[in-house]
């Protein structure tokens, strides 16, 4: 497809091949998702074109919070036509993927404190909530579609310390992640000369079997570091002289992608404890002052019309391709924090939900770092069959009214988008 318009310039934790590059590459060009032909430029912004035929620039960002920070700093929709050839940090962001949570492993809680810390507060007078979290550090900051992204995780070391362990070589074998990666966790060689391991931290709880197994705490040390990709590249940089003073080597956990595009040898694969099912939810983000942009009415997707998923070709997952006939269900994003002191205050917050038909798809806290033993609630809502006969307008203005009627029963709420849900079908709508 040729491409056409304004670049659209997207955001993931890097560096490449990290697991949110994976979601971002899945998500806006879904035709070169079954490639890893995007991980192989030689510089780290890579460039390809949405199903819609807008180029889009993927762009590793080094941490959460930058991501966060690029997103709120991106400004109006004319600025995008200021584009040129700039240094990462200084792109207008369009979109951002960052993880959410995990099925085997729980909440990514270093998003869930970033999102407490976006969203406009709907309390016009924040002087009358002393908990008040208004003067979020990303107001601005929305979500605008969720993705769900099946995750594998590997056990790779350098080529240059296959030999302090005793890794089998097979006459086949290359000693690339390209080759040994076909290989099953149950070909694994002895272990006893790896005595670090790096990964991020969300994915020690996702194998902690395997872990277990080969790895006793007091022999092996782990150390967190800021995405799986980054724990590739650092140990793809291990030589010899490097390798913990030549006593033992280091290994990293990371995906098959990470492992083929540094080189590295893997030992295991599939090492996660739910290898059937383990899958990471991810959030698109955006800047919402971009949603006013121009010919875009009320109940109008901007994320679908750039991304053009109504020509999604591959979906990742079965669950994740919908029938444009099915209606639609969408899901909001709300937090807020409840009066700890009075008996009920949450199950009254709870029952405006019920109030409205909103099914609650999930619920989470987080401390509200304001006062100890107080919190943050993340609810999310999902509209139920009764309401999705509605047209879009009578839909949002359930949802205001609903959001309106909870105002009353909780102390800085605050909305964080409303977006389509996956799991129940629905991409492949055909945008205008
Ligand atoms: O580290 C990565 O590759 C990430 O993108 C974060 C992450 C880690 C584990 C599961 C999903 C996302």
Same mark, same amino acid.
């Given at each position: $497809?040729?491409? %056409?318009?304004?670049?659209?310039?997207?955001?993931?934790?890097?560096?490449?091949?990290?697991?949110?590059?994976?979601?971002?590459?899945?998500?806006?060009? *879904?035709?070169? &998702?079954?490639?890893?032909?995007?991980?192989?430029?030689?510089?780290?912004?890579?460039?390809?074109?949405?199903?819609?035929?807008?180029?889009?620039?993927?762009? *590793?960002? *080094?941490?959460?919070?930058?991501?966060?920070?690029?997103?709120?700093?991106?400004?109006? *929709?004319?600025?995008?036509?200021?584009?040129?050839?700039?240094?990462?940090?200084?792109?207008?962001?369009?979109?951002?993927?960052?993880?959410?949570? #995990?099925?085997?492993?729980? &909440?990514?809680?270093?998003?869930?404190?970033?999102?407490?810390?976006?969203?406009?507060?709907?309390?016009?007078?924040?002087?009358?909530?002393?908990?008040?979290?208004?003067?979020?550090?990303?107001?601005?900051?929305?979500?605008?579609?969720?993705?769900?992204?099946?995750?594998?995780?590997?056990?790779?070391?350098?080529?240059?310390?296959?030999?302090?362990?005793?890794?089998?070589?097979?006459?086949?074998?290359?000693? !690339?992640?390209?080759?040994?990666?076909?290989?099953?966790?149950?070909?694994?060689?002895?272990?006893?000369?790896?005595?670090?391991?790096?990964?991020?931290?969300?994915?020690?709880?996702?194998?902690?079997?395997?872990?277990?197994?080969?790895?006793?705490?007091?022999?092996?040390?782990?150390?967190?570091?800021?995405?799986?990709?980054?724990?590739?590249?650092?140990?793809?940089?291990? !030589?010899?002289? &490097?390798?913990?003073?030549?006593?033992?080597?280091?290994?990293?956990?990371?995906?098959?992608?990470?492992?083929?595009?540094?080189?590295?040898?893997?030992?295991?694969?599939?090492?996660?404890?739910?290898?059937?099912?383990?899958?990471?939810?991810?959030?698109?983000?955006? #800047?919402?002052?971009?949603?006013?942009?121009?010919?875009?009415?009320?109940?109008?997707?901007?994320?679908?019309?750039?991304?053009? @998923?109504? %020509?999604?070709?591959?979906?990742?997952?079965?669950?994740?391709?919908?029938?444009?006939?099915?209606?639609?269900?969408?899901?909001?994003?709300?937090?807020?924090?409840? /009066? @700890?002191?009075?008996?009920?205050?949450?199950?009254?917050?709870?029952?405006?939900?019920?109030?409205?038909?909103? #099914?609650?798809?999930?619920?989470?806290?987080?401390?509200?770092?304001?006062?100890?033993?107080?919190?943050?609630?993340?609810?999310?809502?999902?509209?139920?069959? /009764? !309401?999705?006969?509605?047209?879009? #307008?009578?839909?949002?203005?359930?949802?205001?009214? $609903?959001?309106?009627?909870?105002?009353?029963?909780?102390?800085?709420?605050?909305?964080?988008?409303?977006?389509?849900?996956?799991?129940?079908?629905?991409?492949?709508?055909?945008?205008?």
């Amino acid at each position: $497809m040729p491409e %056409h318009g304004l670049p659209l310039n997207v955001a993931y934790l890097g560096p490449e091949a990290s697991f949110s590059h994976q979601a971002a590459i899945e998500v806006f060009t *879904p035709r070169q &998702s079954s490639t890893s032909s995007s991980t192989s430029s030689s510089t780290s912004t890579s460039t390809s074109a949405t199903a819609a035929g807008r180029p889009v620039r993927l762009h *590793p960002l *080094p941490s959460f919070s930058a991501i966060f920070s690029a997103i709120q700093s991106t400004c109006s *929709p004319s600025s995008l036509e200021k584009e040129t050839e700039q240094p990462s940090y200084d792109y207008d962001y369009d979109y951002a993927v960052a993880p959410f949570e #995990n099925s085997t492993n729980g &909440s990514v809680v270093q998003v869930l404190d970033l999102l407490a810390q976006c969203g406009l507060e709907s309390d016009p007078d924040p002087g009358s909530d002393p908990d008040s979290t208004a003067g979020a550090l990303y107001p601005d900051l929305e979500v605008c579609a969720e993705y769900y992204l099946p995750v594998h995780h590997c056990l790779f070391v350098a080529p240059s310390s296959e030999h302090k362990h005793n890794h089998k070589s097979t006459p086949d074998d290359d000693n !690339t992640a390209n080759t040994a990666a076909t290989r099953t966790s149950g070909a694994l060689g002895p272990t006893t000369s790896i005595r670090t391991l790096y990964t991020h931290p969300q994915v020690w709880g996702q194998c902690g079997r395997f872990l277990a197994s080969q790895f006793p705490s007091n022999v092996v040390e782990r150390i967190d570091v800021g995405s799986t990709s980054a724990a590739a590249q650092l140990v793809a940089r291990e !030589t010899n002289a &490097s390798s913990n003073g030549g006593t033992g080597i280091s290994a990293a956990i990371a995906s098959k992608l990470a492992g083929q595009k540094h080189n590295l040898v893997c030992l295991a694969e599939n090492i996660e404890d739910e290898p059937g099912s383990n899958t990471t939810r991810f959030f698109v983000l955006r #800047n919402r002052k971009r949603r006013s942009g121009p010919g875009l009415g009320q109940g109008q997707d901007l994320f679908a019309s750039d991304v053009g @998923h109504g %020509h999604q070709q591959e979906p990742s997952s079965p669950s994740q391709l919908g029938h444009h006939t099915n209606p639609r269900y969408y899901k909001s994003l709300i937090t807020f924090t409840i /009066d @700890h002191t009075r008996p009920g205050s949450l199950a009254d917050a709870l029952a405006v939900f019920k109030q409205y038909s909103f #099914n609650l798809t999930s619920i989470d806290t987080r401390p509200s770092r304001k006062r100890n033993w107080q919190y943050v609630f993340f609810v999310e809502c999902e509209e139920t069959s /009764d !309401t999705v006969r509605g047209g879009q #307008n009578d839909r949002e203005q359930k949802l205001t009214n $609903m959001l309106l009627d909870l105002q009353k029963f909780t102390g800085s709420l605050r909305y964080l988008g409303r977006f389509e849900d996956r799991l129940r079908g629905g991409v492949t709508h055909v945008e205008p």
